[in-house]
């Protein structure tokens, strides 16, 4: 008798659960089917395969310059043994193809950088591997630095893999797969996001998969879609926080952060981090949404 009921649409089925008359066996079966149906809607998440450098590509070593001043595309290049990082500092410039050092484009704000089908190794550095304005990821391998992937303002992660933060002993790093501490324009779709670091003696380790932090501009217009959220249950506090806190300088009303069909991984201690999947997020700020987000064996995830 569920058959039917079963190849319903995610909405379909959802909605016909909840109607009047229908029993709570039923309606929990009906329930759990859209919770499987919509975390297997991501798969398969981005990894080994389907990021960094494409298999097969036969890479020659960099010559240009480590700094970058002029329009240009690099392509199919290892320029891990010519730069300590790639110096974005003009506008439209394309890394593809390419196992390179961290990039930075923090200089000014009317430069901006496209990274696709790139490795990109950001090393023993104490801030973002990917780090800067107005930047797109598309299918890139992210390791090395305190962060992965530091946001300033206008970016764009799609289809990539942000893992293994730097975080050394003797050191109090807070790691972030991605972060922004302010910034507007921002968008994170289909990712996998994994903060790896453990608690290190000095109290180093994970703050968690994805940070928004009002504490040099507010945060606004962030648009988080259809992420896994990779559970680290003894390093990480929360796997998201949510861009409010009264006690930053511009954490009171972050505005336009639209959470929505995210899956979260439980982990050994069934939370996704040490205390649970998110906080800090404010769901009467103006535009805020929270909706259709998922633990990975089932179930709804809360905002709080």
């Not at 968008?187 to 380790?205: D, F, K, M, P, S």
């Not at 800090?280 to 929270?290: I, K, V």
């Given at each position: 008798?569920?058959?039917?009921?079963?190849?319903?649409?995610p909405?379909?089925?959802?909605?016909?659960?909840?109607?009047?008359?229908?029993?709570?066996?039923?309606?929990?079966?009906?329930?759990?089917?859209?919770?499987?149906?919509?975390?297997?809607?991501?798969?398969?998440w981005?990894?080994?395969?389907?990021?960094?450098?494409?298999?097969?590509?036969?890479?020659?070593?960099y010559?240009?310059?480590?700094?970058?001043?002029?329009?240009?595309?690099?392509?199919?290049?290892?320029?891990?043994?010519?730069?300590?990082?790639?110096?974005?500092?003009?506008?439209?410039?394309v890394?593809?193809?390419?196992?390179?050092?961290?990039?930075?484009?923090t200089?000014?704000?009317?430069?901006s950088?496209?990274?696709?089908?790139?490795?990109?190794?950001?090393?023993?550095?104490?801030?973002?591997a990917i780090?800067?304005?107005?930047?797109?990821?598309?299918?890139?391998?992210?390791?090395?630095?305190?962060?992965?992937?530091?946001?300033?303002?206008?970016?764009?992660l799609?289809?990539?893999?942000?893992?293994?933060?730097?975080?050394?002993?003797?050191?109090?790093?807070?790691?972030?797969?991605?972060?922004?501490?302010?910034g507007?324009?921002?968008?994170?779709?289909?990712?996998?996001?994994?903060?790896?670091?453990?608690?290190?003696?000095?109290n180093?380790?994970?703050t968690?998969?994805?940070?928004?932090?009002?504490?040099?501009?507010?945060?606004?217009?962030?648009?988080?879609?259809?992420?896994?959220?990779?559970?680290?249950?003894?390093?990480?506090?929360?796997?998201?926080?949510?861009?409010y806190?009264?006690?930053?300088?511009?954490?009171?009303?972050?505005?336009g952060?639209?959470v929505?069909?995210?899956?979260?991984?439980?982990?050994?201690?069934?939370?996704?981090?040490?205390?649970?999947?998110?906080?800090?997020?404010?769901?009467?700020?103006?535009g805020?949404?929270?909706?259709?987000?998922?633990w990975?064996?089932?179930?709804?995830?809360?905002?709080?």
């Amino acid at each position: 008798m569920l058959l039917p009921f079963l190849a319903l649409s995610p909405a379909s089925a959802e909605s016909w659960a909840d109607q009047p008359g229908v029993s709570a066996t039923v309606a929990t079966a009906a329930r759990s089917t859209v919770d499987r149906q919509t975390v297997n809607r991501a798969r398969p998440w981005p990894g080994a395969k389907s990021t960094g450098v494409p298999a097969g590509t036969r890479l020659r070593p960099y010559t240009g310059p480590c700094t970058i001043t002029r329009t240009q595309t690099i392509d199919g290049v290892d320029a891990t043994g010519r730069c300590d990082a790639i110096l974005v500092r003009a506008a439209n410039v394309v890394i593809s193809n390419s196992l390179v050092p961290r990039i930075d484009a923090t200089e000014d704000g009317s430069n901006s950088v496209t990274v696709r089908r790139s490795t990109v190794r950001g090393g023993d550095w104490s801030d973002g591997a990917i780090w800067g304005y107005n930047i797109v990821a598309r299918r890139v391998n992210v390791t090395g630095g305190q962060h992965s992937f530091h946001c300033a303002g206008g970016c764009t992660l799609v289809n990539s893999w942000l893992h293994a933060q730097y975080n050394p002993d003797g050191q109090s790093y807070h790691n972030n797969a991605f972060i922004s501490n302010g910034g507007s324009r921002m968008r994170i779709h289909h990712n996998r996001l994994a903060c790896t670091a453990q608690v290190n003696e000095t109290n180093g380790g994970c703050t968690a998969d994805l940070s928004l932090f009002g504490d040099f501009d507010p945060i606004r217009n962030v648009t988080i879609t259809n992420n896994l959220f990779v559970a680290n249950p003894t390093g990480i506090s929360y796997c998201l926080y949510g861009g409010y806190d009264p006690n930053k300088p511009y954490g009171e009303d972050p505005t336009g952060i639209v959470v929505k069909d995210n899956v979260f991984q439980r982990g050994a201690n069934r939370k996704c981090g040490v205390w649970g999947p998110v906080t800090s997020f404010h769901p009467r700020g103006t535009g805020n949404t929270w909706q259709g987000n998922r633990w990975d064996g089932g179930g709804v995830v809360h905002s709080g």
